[in-house]
């Protein structure tokens, strides 16, 4: 760096130095600034070395600030490749961003059930899927259904996505698992018939063994359920019904009943909502009956929420 | 009970989406406790990392939202968590509320009630002298809504008073700045920071240790009523450890206060334009009612950015708008103060929407912040805005900007360009970056326009959005030059509008 002496042209990089250091210690006279600023050493205190050195700095630095030059020889980016799958409606991808953070489960359902209907992402919202699909190993192949071209030319740009770029995603006809083939009608009756039989639910016997028939009855209750549950969605109408009938049963069986949790999850994900019936409607008014205790009727409206949702999104996606 | 809302109501009123995501992640029962509705009011405590729950309290009129934690965000995750909660039904409704809920409830209606209420002008509190790096990126002019002044000869003393309390305040600044030079900028930054270091044993070291170097002298410009300085002067105290440099980007900002300290002594024979500028750096304010006096710009203004400002002391929000007919750029801006909106109105509008409304410009050169008066109709969606020009005319804009207003640190950019990631450019950028010397190592992404010019942009998460939406090609982009740096706010996505 140059000295800056009495008679050369001063720069900000040479203000820079001196103010650094001190002008006490590093005397600094200006007696020709650097253009932009050229021109203006006459109005520099006279008096003051240190004012003057502000003055000169305050010049320049307007002069620096006001002459910017935009970058040049920066080269185009490779663009991504044209797609083939229709993009899902901002709407749809406002439900998908309020459930990467709430619902992983239903994230996934809804996933596959878009790519199946021959739809990708929203492009803003690829960004928070990719950092969905990084950390969660489960969801990664409901989010690679839904990526696009875009979204795989996305995920190539960046370390932490990388893997992506050429995962398989599940949402071809062939594995999707909504369509994997029903099983036969016969087992959806059975299910249906299992879990009318058990509710309402009855609260499990106390510590010291149930026997008789309170035991039986909570076993019974627990494979029905086991059985419902692990049938895939959409449910068929009967079981969906069976499924109704029984909540209702046990929320008016209350105080001397139990609600099952992951029943009530599963119809959340897994009752119909293709179909005219607002099941929705119906878990509200399960959850507004006078018997519902307070956390039963919050995790019922719950389930509704997510019934309404995924009616709205299939809506997008028909 | 106020009708219950649905998740997507309550998620509009999340500052950002990261924001609505953390508080959609905290909506559920699991750290909530004592949790409770009645009447307009929500409440709960939330464990939180800290030792002590935070107490979160919601008034539905408004709303209005109140929280212990000490996020910036407004409304935080942890009111919007709450109100997702009471969405979903599981707030239970109790008698009355909280002790804590209904003292702030009670604290809030006084206020309110020692505010007059007129025709046109919506309720505002005093906005906060006081909101350093918010304003002073910001330009001209804080509102103040000083209560009408009980007799002309008592405010024209007060006037008189202030003016030489400020006089006397920037000429002690005018000695400070230039003894930090006298003295040299590293050996006064390290005393500093001994003297903080040591305040353990030190009766003294304590004021200094709050505020870094700057702090004393930013305490006694708030004591001489020029709050514009000493917000500045505290947002200085970060800038020695800002990296590589920082004696240049000190300098810099010495040399603007310096400047504006000269340029006050002689304020009265100012060109008027220039003077409100230098006032309103000061931090003198302007009534609202002032402004409204000023003529009014009838236009279809779009919302073409949103941008939180959580820097300062008081949360604030800065909204740029463009006139679809007249081409014209103006910025609005609220403050959160007590925990509600000072003019929620204002603060709930989206990019992508837009106003037909009257606008009122500040005083100031180059005009950009502005009043909203008379509304004509309510906010509606807006299609994407044509950008008038590339990036050699922005910048000769911002030349324009800085030459009226040498302490001009934002300015709007509405560009038309594709963005550039790091390493993804074939040739990578040749030499003589816009940035000059002193930027942080490390390459930066770039908006690229058709004419081959580049900007570097502000380092952020959501460039990666803005990168999903191009796809390669080029976007339409709105956001802050900042001088070095551009601030992407918003990209549109077809016609949606989509916040950064």
Avoid at chain 1, 69 to 85: I, K, N, S
Avoid at chain 1, 215 to 235: E, K, N, R, Y
Avoid at chain 2, 177 to 191: T, W
Avoid at chain 2, 478 to 491: K, Q, S
Wanted: aromatic share 6%; glycine share 10%; charged share 20%.
């Amino acid at each position: 760096m140059s000295q800056a002496t009495a008679d050369s042209v001063v720069a900000f990089d040479d203000l820079v130095m001196a103010a650094t250091v001190g002008v006490a210690r590093r005397p600094l006279r200006i007696a020709a600034l650097d253009a932009p600023a050229a021109g203006y050493a006459g109005v520099l205190d006279p008096g003051d070395q240190a004012a003057a050195l502000l003055d000169a700095a305050a010049l320049l630095d307007a002069g620096r600030r006001a002459g910017v030059r935009p970058v040049r020889g920066v080269a185009f980016p490779a663009r991504a490749p044209d797609e083939e799958a229709r993009e899902l409606s901002a709407r749809a991808g406002r439900m998908l961003r309020q459930l990467a953070t709430s619902d992983t489960e239903t994230l996934a359902d809804l996933l596959i059930a878009a790519a199946a209907a021959g739809y990708r992402a929203p492009a803003p919202l690829l960004p928070a899927l990719l950092d969905t699909a990084a950390r969660s190993k489960a969801l990664r192949p409901a989010i690679a259904a839904v990526l696009g071209a875009r979204g795989r030319w996305l995920a190539a740009q960046r370390a932490e996505w990388r893997a992506l770029a050429n995962a398989d995603g599940v949402g071809s006809t062939e594995d999707s698992q909504l369509a994997a083939v029903l099983p036969p009608d016969v087992r959806a009756s059975r299910a249906a018939a299992l879990l009318t039989a058990a509710a309402p639910f009855a609260v499990a016997a106390g510590s010291a063994g149930g026997a008789g028939g309170a035991g039986g009855a909570v076993a019974a209750g627990a494979a029905a359920i086991d059985d419902v549950t692990s049938f895939p969605g959409p449910w068929p109408d009967d079981l969906a019904n069976a499924v109704l009938s029984a909540l209702f049963r046990t929320v008016s069986a209350a105080p001397r009943s139990r609600l099952p949790r992951e029943l009530v999850q599963s119809a959340a994900r897994k009752l119909p909502v293709t179909g005219p019936r607002d099941h929705a409607a119906e878990l509200e008014r399960c959850a507004d009956l006078g018997t519902c205790p307070a956390p039963w009727s919050a995790m019922l409206r719950r389930a509704a929420e997510t019934i309404t949702l995924r009616r709205a999104f299939y809506k997008e996606i028909r | 009970m106020a009708a219950r809302w649905t998740a997507e109501q309550v998620l509009a009123l999340a500052p950002d989406d990261a924001a609505g995501r953390a508080a959609a992640g905290l909506a559920r029962p699991g750290p909530w406790s004592g949790t409770g509705a009645a009447g307009d009011l929500v409440w709960a405590r939330f464990a939180g990392s800290g030792q002590d729950p935070y107490q979160a309290i919601v008034d539905l009129t408004g709303p209005a939202y109140r929280c212990s934690c000490p996020s910036r965000k407004f409304p935080c995750k942890h009111a919007l968590a709450l109100l997702l909660l009471w969405a979903a039904g599981v707030v239970p409704d109790e008698p009355a509320p909280a002790d804590y809920a209904l003292a702030w409830q009670d604290s809030r209606r006084g206020r309110s009630r020692s505010k007059p209420l007129s025709g046109t002008n919506r309720p505002s509190s005093a906005e906060p002298a006081d909101t350093g790096a918010a304003r002073n990126q910001a330009g001209a002019g804080v509102v103040s809504e000083a209560a009408a002044p009980k007799d002309a000869a008592g405010a024209a003393r007060r006037a008189e008073e202030r003016a030489l309390r400020v006089a006397g305040g920037l000429a002690e600044l005018r000695e400070w700045l230039a003894d930090q030079v006298r003295v040299g900028l590293a050996a006064s930054v390290s005393a500093a920071g001994a003297a903080g270091a040591g305040g353990a044993g030190g009766a003294g070291g304590a004021g200094i240790a709050e505020g870094g170097h700057t702090g004393t002298i930013a305490a006694r410009m708030v004591d001489a009523q020029a709050p514009g300085v000493a917000g500045v002067l505290r947002s200085l105290s970060a800038v020695p450890a800002s990296g590589e440099d920082w004696p240049g980007r000190l300098l810099a900002e010495y040399a603007r206060l310096h400047l504006l300290a000269r340029a006050y002594e002689r304020v009265d024979t100012l060109p008027a334009g220039l003077a409100a500028v230098v006032r309103s750096r000061v931090g003198y304010t302007t009534s609202r009612q002032e402004v409204l006096t000023l003529p009014a710009i009838t236009d279809h203004w779009v919302v073409i950015a949103v941008r939180d400002l959580v820097e300062g002391t008081v949360p604030g929000r800065r909204i740029w708008v463009r006139g679809r007919d007249s081409g014209r750029i103006a910025m609005l801006l609220t403050f959160a103060g007590n925990g509600y909106w000072q003019d929620p109105e204002t603060a709930r509008l989206r990019p992508g929407t837009e106003l037909h409304a009257d606008l009122h410009y500040y005083p100031g050169q180059p005009p950009l912040r502005a009043l909203i008066g008379e509304r004509h109709a309510t906010a509606a969606p807006a299609r994407c805005p044509e950008p008038a020009g590339d990036i050699d005319a922005l910048l000769a804009d911002w030349a324009a900007g800085v030459a009226a207003d040498p302490w001009l640190t934002a300015w709007p950019a509405l560009l038309t360009g594709t963005p550039v990631p790091p390493g993804a450019a074939a040739g990578g950028a040749a030499g003589a970056a816009a940035a000059g010397a002193g930027e942080p190592a490390g390459e930066p992404w770039y908006l690229l326009d058709e004419t081959g010019a580049a900007l570097p942009l502000a380092e952020q998460e959501s460039l990666w959005t803005l990168l999903a939406v191009s796809g390669g090609s080029p976007v339409t982009v709105a956001g802050e030059w900042h001088g070095r740096r551009l601030l992407p706010l918003t990209v549109w996505h077809q016609d949606q509008a989509v916040p950064l």
